[in-house]
């Protein structure tokens, strides 16, 4: 090869090289190098992810998950979006023992806690649906406008400047939610059960948001207080971010945490 | 006139951003078209934004053992080449299958354990400074 194009080809090769590079897919990279910024806060999912794995764990007896009380509305606007949450999360739990009047029972229920905290408008469409889709018992419809009605409420208050309230919604559902994963997993034990508590970066992010609450009359709430709490409890008992299979007595004790919460927002015993 | 020009350029501006950024989702949406037909559900909630070329965001999700996701990637801005790859807590990655077709990326991820994972957006070359994204992703 004449010396001139030497130059020229390994510039070639040395491009071509750099696109594949680029295009490549590293097997690791370093997390904690990563700029904070260019991570967006974790996800939330939604709770039909959950229930979905449930339903793969076996045929738990859902009826009996079922809270007969919905639970008291008072005008107390953290209770209400906290309660708001865990009725929606009693929704997932009515689809899954496929009880029509319950979940249409719910659809009203959340259209009325929405009304109470002004985004009634949000989810008029979702509670129709709810209770059409019931009475055809289409269930996997049902969960998807369940997960819907949270998400649209929950994007109607950050519209209306209320993010502190937005987030009450989503922890009152995974609190709600939590109740119902360890009475299941506590009843019938298994290590994989458990594991769907690992939720470290999760109780992290609703710490954060909970004390970190613009809002001071939202941030002074008892329950909000209360619920900060728990998480802090919670924490250890999930495991860390290794995942090491959390123990029988860790679900005992997560749900016994999160079940003196439900209490306290359906019965506004704080 | 001087004062409402800045509103309306800025209002033009805006318009703008959220043009791409939805048309960007409507690749993400159409991205996911496919596993829709599988069964699979789509959550409502999108993420996205811009990048320059090389800049990457992370999105951190709680996954579930047990189910099987698919991040579902768009973008705006033709002869762009975006990808997503997600990662454990631990940086590893846990991709099992990634499909591209021009403006569409996916990658799917049975996850080995319950926890925390980044999907990681790159923006590999793009024909302008700044390419707009979105993200969705499904399960079942």
Not at chain 1, 12 to 26: C, D
Not at chain 1, 91 to 110: L, M, S, T, W
Not at chain 2, 47 to 55: S, T
């Amino acid at each position: 090869m004449p010396n001139i194009l030497k130059p020229v080809v390994v510039a070639i090769l040395f491009a071509a090289a750099s696109g594949l590079n680029a295009e490549s897919i590293p097997d690791a990279v370093d997390l904690s190098s990563f700029p904070a910024k260019a991570i967006d806060d974790v996800v939330v999912p939604v709770p039909s992810e959950v229930f979905l794995v449930l339903d793969k764990l076996g045929n738990p007896n859902w009826r009996g998950e079922m809270r007969e009380s919905l639970g008291r509305q008072t005008g107390n606007r953290a209770q209400t979006a906290l309660l708001l949450g865990t009725v929606i999360a009693e929704g997932f739990v009515a689809v899954e023992a496929e009880d029509p009047e319950k979940v249409k029972d719910i659809g009203r229920r959340v259209l009325s806690l929405s009304k109470a905290i002004n985004v009634e408008k949000a989810v008029l469409e979702r509670s129709k649906s709810i209770i059409d889709k019931a009475d055809l018992k289409d269930w996997k419809a049902v969960r998807k406008e369940f997960d819907g009605a949270l998400q649209d409420v929950k994007g109607a208050m950050i519209e209306l400047g209320d993010g502190d309230l937005a987030q009450l919604v989503s922890v009152g559902g995974w609190i709600r939610g939590t109740e119902v994963l360890t009475s299941i997993v506590r009843k019938s034990y298994t290590t994989d059960g458990a594991e769907l508590l690992h939720q470290p970066a999760l109780v992290s992010f609703f710490s954060k948001k909970l004390e970190s609450m613009s809002n001071r009359r939202l941030a002074d709430n008892d329950l909000v207080i209360r619920i900060r709490k728990m998480l802090t409890s919670i924490r250890p008992l999930i495991g860390d971010e290794d995942g090491a299979p959390i123990p029988a007595e860790n679900v005992k004790k997560i749900h016994q945490l999160t079940r003196d919460i439900v209490v306290s927002i359906t019965s506004q015993e704080s | 006139m001087k004062k409402i020009l800045p509103v309306i350029l800025l209002t033009l501006a805006l318009t703008s951003a959220l043009a791409y950024v939805d048309d960007a989702l409507s690749f993400a949406q159409e991205a996911s078209l496919p596993y829709v037909k599988k069964e699979f559900s789509v959550r409502e909630d999108a993420w996205g934004g811009d990048l320059a070329v090389k800049e990457q965001q992370a999105m951190q999700a709680q996954l579930f053992k047990g189910n099987e996701y698919w991040f579902c990637l768009g973008t705006d801005v033709k002869g762009a080449v975006l990808t997503v790859n997600v990662y454990d807590s631990k940086g590893k990655l846990v991709n099992v299958e990634t499909r591209r077709t021009g403006r569409l990326s996916a990658v799917r991820v049975v996850p080995p354990k319950t926890g925390s994972y980044f999907a990681i957006v790159t923006v590999v070359k793009s024909p302008q400074e700044r390419t707009g994204w979105a993200l969705v992703y499904a399960y079942k």
